[in-house]
């Protein structure tokens, strides 16, 4: 058992709990580096496909998970993080310009667009950003001269001090590049959390009249919230496109921002592990159906509507039988074994919430 004894509040938001916990994310951080070396580039894909949908679902849960505002429109951030990186590397913009400026164009319009969403609440804001996705593919047809319409756009080399990078050609260079997106992106939502605006983005999720009690400016966390989200959502989207190769006005459907909100969900809402836990789901499941069809002896034809079927299957299982999702149930079964003898087993037994505040109108 590992017991944390805490003097100053210093303590309680400094990055990492302990030693131990710095040692463990290290250690990964140097297995995930030298995974070129220990898989073929195939599996190296999928990986890097994981922590392309990791980012993604980086920036949705500071909104949903933190601030606890519902969003089934961050397909269309995606999409004009893509377009735009492209385009201005196209507009011979290097790639270390073009990458940032693309999160930073997405986070612009995602903070602009939720000025009068804001206003919105629950199911509402939901419809609202459902209506976004909706938009963003009649926009990209519509602007043909710039994003090329239904015939879609080719990825550019990436050139990075001479390095050239691609999918397809260097897989192994993609890999890192954006396994260091993911680091720095993962660093900084750590320690937004740990920043005024990350304690008023938890305190608006959960209860608005407690957090404008408290000092709160609730409309200004919330756009802060969404244009933070909607600028990591853009980078996720430009890498989206570098992995692609080539994409279009289907490409950024309405079902990725579905997927997306599924993904936390299972994940585990509010944690960045949930993330990537829902990450790997997400990029795995296409796989794991695929090798137990083999193995079972299935035909090759495909089952239309299969990967969604059993993602929404899972989905309804996690929200009946855990509700924190995979994070959640790695806490549960952690704690128990450091808790070991002394554990019992109504320990995570839900309690009864007996302050319930209405959110204000």
Request: hydrophobic fraction near 55%; glycine fraction near 10%; charge should be neutral.
């Amino acid at each position: 058992m590992r017991i944390h004894f805490k003097t100053s509040y210093e303590h309680d938001i400094r990055l990492f709990p302990d030693w131990w916990s710095f040692f463990v994310y290290a250690t990964l951080i140097v297995i995930a580096v030298a995974l070129p070396w220990l898989m073929d580039d195939f599996f190296l894909g999928e990986v890097t496909n994981v922590l392309i949908w990791a980012i993604a679902g980086l920036g949705l849960m500071l909104l949903t998970g933190q601030t606890g505002q519902a969003s089934l429109g961050h397909a269309a951030f995606l999409a004009l993080g893509c377009y735009s990186c492209i385009i201005f590397m196209e507009q011979g913009w290097p790639f270390l310009i073009a990458f940032p400026a693309a999160g930073i164009l997405t986070g612009v319009v995602g903070t602009i667009i939720a000025i009068p969403a804001i206003r919105l609440h629950g199911i509402y804001l939901a419809i609202a950003t459902i209506a976004l996705s909706i938009l963003a593919d009649d926009i990209i047809v519509l602007m043909e001269p710039i994003t090329d319409g239904v015939s879609g756009k080719f990825a550019p080399m990436i050139n990075i001090f001479g390095i050239e990078i691609e999918r397809w050609t260097t897989p192994d260079r993609f890999y890192w590049l954006v396994l260091a997106v993911t680091i720095l992106c993962t660093l900084a939502y750590r320690n937004l959390l740990r920043s005024p605006l990350g304690r008023a983005m938890a305190a608006v999720r959960d209860s608005e009249v407690s957090a404008t009690a408290m000092g709160v400016h609730i409309a200004r966390t919330k756009a802060a919230s969404f244009g933070i989200s909607c600028a990591i959502t853009g980078l996720a989207g430009a890498l989206m496109g570098f992995y692609a190769g080539a994409f279009n006005n289907e490409t950024f459907s309405i079902v990725i921002s579905i997927t997306l909100l599924m993904m936390i969900v299972i994940g585990g809402l509010g944690s960045i592990h949930g993330a990537f836990f829902g990450a790997v789901v997400v990029a795995f499941l296409p796989q794991f159906l695929s090798m137990t069809k083999d193995l079972i002896g299935g035909s090759s034809v495909a089952i239309p509507g299969l990967e969604t079927g059993v993602f929404g299957m899972i989905l309804i299982l996690f929200i009946l039988f855990e509700p924190m999702g995979i994070y959640g149930r790695w806490m549960k079964i952690r704690i128990w074994f450091e808790l070991f003898p002394f554990a019992r087993k109504d320990m995570f037994k839900r309690q009864k919430s007996y302050l319930k505040t209405e959110r204000l109108r």
